[in-house]
């Protein structure tokens, strides 16, 4: 066999890393804020032109488009009849003023990377033992509906189909009806077994940056309990109400959110906290508040710690309550566990790395994502680009364009591997 007729490893030319590009910046025009962000929400009159535009690209490209019950939008793009699916994706959804990377980028990755591969694999008539699909996640980010990771955790089963259409927004708006009222509420997807998921993501952080390295293989990521909790209190007139009779639910509230930075100061970087959203009622300058609702957050890859303050903050609260004559009530709880991600699957992104010459490095990551609620299901990877300042969910959010392509170099490795050698890739 002579070289020449050996097909070619694919690879990304530079007309598709254009493709990318444009993608990508299509993507930052939808909902895009005057300071370089994006304000995105789930099911949001932004995210339905977003995941218009998405379907129709993908359409174009030749994947076959399917919208679940939960209204994650899968493209599938079959190389193999009856073979299982690599599947890779993020969320298309957006933080408030959140940044135009966060999950935009592994979406678009995934979907040019795996359209360039479909097509070079065809060209050189190769045979694939994966079929491929690119996933668009409804709600990962948990800033309209709560809890996070909603679509991808439907998809797994950890989450009933029908818990997850109940959530509610802040204004009451169900899921169900806002999917409904974008058009997204799809149907069942039929059965995927899916081989491997992988997942291309901003860092979200500065270690990448710090120790100047290009690709960070995330091999486990830190736990997470998240807390809505409510104080009661006595609705009053800020100005003839006796300041010994007051019970002010938003002083309740603030002595809790200084507590809640207490406990991190209190156990240095191994734990995160933050109290990010705040709801009083009734919110007038001069009316004492009757009710204040506050989620919090708790962050740590020690479960034992985050055991202890389950316990521990609970009764802080209490006697919070107590001192400000209010009653607390906790609306909602929930638990991520720390969660290792597939050594095989990190393994081969690592050595695919060295392989194209880039710098990397295994780490944890800290924020959640949609590889997580994948993991417990089927072989997954994280994947991370650096984020300059280690900024997210902020529309100052920046990551080099060079270094999303380095991304999409590793993506398209790592997916050669898993379509053309199956199950041997994991070996
Ligand atoms: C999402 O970005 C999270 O980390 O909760
Ligand atoms: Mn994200
Ligand atoms: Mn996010």
Not at 46 to 54: I, L, V, Y
Not at 174 to 184: D, E, F, K, V
Not at 241 to 266: G, N, S, W
């Amino acid at each position: 066999m002579s070289t020449s007729s050996i097909p070619a490893m694919p690879r990304m030319t530079p007309q598709d890393y254009q493709a990318f590009d444009a993608l990508f910046a299509l993507s930052s025009s939808i909902g895009a804020t005057p300071a370089g962000g994006l304000h995105r929400l789930t099911a949001s009159a932004a995210d339905k032109q977003m995941r218009d535009a998405f379907c129709t690209w993908l359409t174009q490209q030749g994947f076959h488009v399917h919208v679940d019950e939960i209204g994650n939008i899968f493209g599938l793009m079959t190389l193999c009849e009856g073979a299982p699916w690599v599947l890779c994706g993020s969320h298309l959804d957006s933080q408030p003023l959140g940044g135009r990377f966060d999950g935009a980028y592994g979406v678009t990755g995934a979907a040019v990377t795996m359209a360039t591969l479909a097509r070079q694999l065809r060209d050189h008539s190769q045979t694939a033992q994966r079929n491929l699909a690119v996933v668009n996640w409804t709600n990962e980010e948990g800033a309209r509906f709560q809890p996070s990771l909603t679509g991808s955790s439907v998809f797994t089963g950890a989450l009933s189909l029908e818990q997850a259409l109940a959530c509610c927004d802040g204004e009451g708006i169900s899921l169900q009806t806002a999917l409904q009222n974008i058009g997204y509420r799809g149907t069942a997807l039929p059965d995927l077994t899916v081989a491997a998921y992988c997942e291309l993501h901003v860092e979200q952080g500065p270690h990448l940056e710090l120790q100047q390295k290009q690709i960070g293989v995330v091999t486990e990521t830190w736990a997470a309990l998240k807390w809505q909790v409510t104080f009661r209190g006595e609705q009053n007139h800020t100005g003839p109400a006796l300041m010994d009779r007051r019970r002010d639910a938003l002083l309740a509230a603030a002595h809790t959110i200084v507590a809640v930075r207490a406990e991190a100061e209190r156990y240095g970087e191994a734990l995160h906290t933050s109290v990010g959203r705040l709801e009083t009622v009734p919110n007038s300058p001069n009316v004492v508040t009757s009710e204040a609702t506050l989620f919090i957050e708790f962050r740590s890859a020690d479960e034992a710690l985050l055991r202890h303050l389950r316990d521990s903050f609970g009764q802080q609260m209490q006697s919070i309550a107590q001192n400000t004559a209010t009653d607390v009530s906790l609306d909602r709880a929930q638990y991520r566990p720390r969660q290792q991600l597939h050594a095989a699957l990190s393994n081969l992104a690592l050595a695919q790395a060295e392989k194209l010459g880039l710098k990397a490095m295994p780490m944890r990551s800290v924020a959640g994502h949609d590889a997580i609620s994948m993991s417990y299901h089927c072989p997954s990877a994280l994947l991370f680009v650096p984020s300059i300042d280690g900024l997210s969910h902020n529309e100052r959010e920046f990551t080099a364009t060079a270094d999303l392509h380095r991304g999409l170099d590793m993506l398209m490795a790592m997916l050669t591997e898993l379509c053309l050698k199956g199950e041997d890739a994991l070996c």
